[in-house]
Antibody, heavy 124, light 113 residues
């Protein structure tokens, strides 16, 4: 069964860059889309974007100008960078797998496996 | 963006009773060419990450108890817990994956009365 684990600094200063990595174990990184989703404390879920193992990406327009998702298949990792962070970026960040792809409709999928999440606080 | 609206925001149900959560999308998430509704349900227990329950609006993920069921089509969907158990206390989210960006409902908190 695939497992995902987020890692990265828990505290980031305002205006700096938030960087997180998700490591995939127990399964292949190839053939899947991999997503980042965040949850501000006490609030709901926000989809940040995804990356295909080949490197193609799609981002939420609300964050697109500040977000970069990349993948390293040799390490079975994918990463998230959010630049120019503010307090509004304080959240638990989850990585997840999106397992479904249809040749006619493309990558329209739910998230079937999630990491445990990592809290990132933006504060000076 | 497709806006997902859940109701109620919270509900309290007696153990063994039925719990019903509604989810409405601002536009249809039914893809007519394959007659599939691009709608999922997740369960998030306190201090845990979300867990996949249902996809295609009504297909249970492997291992999910059959007291959980999903129904609906187009813009109106329902998650039903037929007989609430203590371990079902959680926040439940619907999500559309019909179009980008994927969007979630605001969540419904289920408690024991």
């Amino acid at each position: 069964q695939v497992q995902l684990q987020e890692s990265g600094p828990g505290l980031v200063k305002p205006s700096e860059t938030l960087s997180l990595t998700c490591t995939v174990s127990g399964g292949s990184i190839s053939g899947y889309y991999w997503a980042w989703i965040r949850q501000p404390p006490g609030k709901g879920l926000e989809w940040i974007g995804y990356i295909y193992y080949s490197g193609s990406t799609n981002y939420n327009p609300s964050l697109k100008s500040r977000v970069t998702i990349s993948v390293d298949t040799s390490k079975k990792q994918f990463s998230l960078k959010v630049n120019s962070v503010t307090a509004a970026d304080t959240a638990v960040y989850y990585c997840a797998r999106e397992p479904y792809y249809d040749i006619l409709t493309g990558p329209k999928s739910w998230a079937d496996s999630w990491g445990q999440g990592t809290l990132v606080t933006v504060s000076s | 963006d497709i806006v997902m609206t859940q109701s109620p925001d919270s509900l309290a149900v007696f153990l063994g009773e039925r719990a019903t959560i509604n989810c409405r999308s601002s536009q249809s998430v039914l893809y007519t060419s394959n007659n599939k509704n691009y709608l999922a349900w997740y369960q998030q227990k306190p201090g845990q990450s979300p867990k996949m329950l249902i996809y295609w609006a009504s297909t249970r993920e492997s291992g999910v108890p059959d007291r959980f069921s999903g129904s609906g089509s187009g813009t109106d969907f329902t998650l039903t817990i037929s007989s609430l158990q203590a371990e079902d206390v959680a926040v439940y989210y619907c999500q559309q994956y019909y179009s980008l960006p994927r969007t979630f409902g605001q969540g419904t908190k289920v408690e024991i009365k």
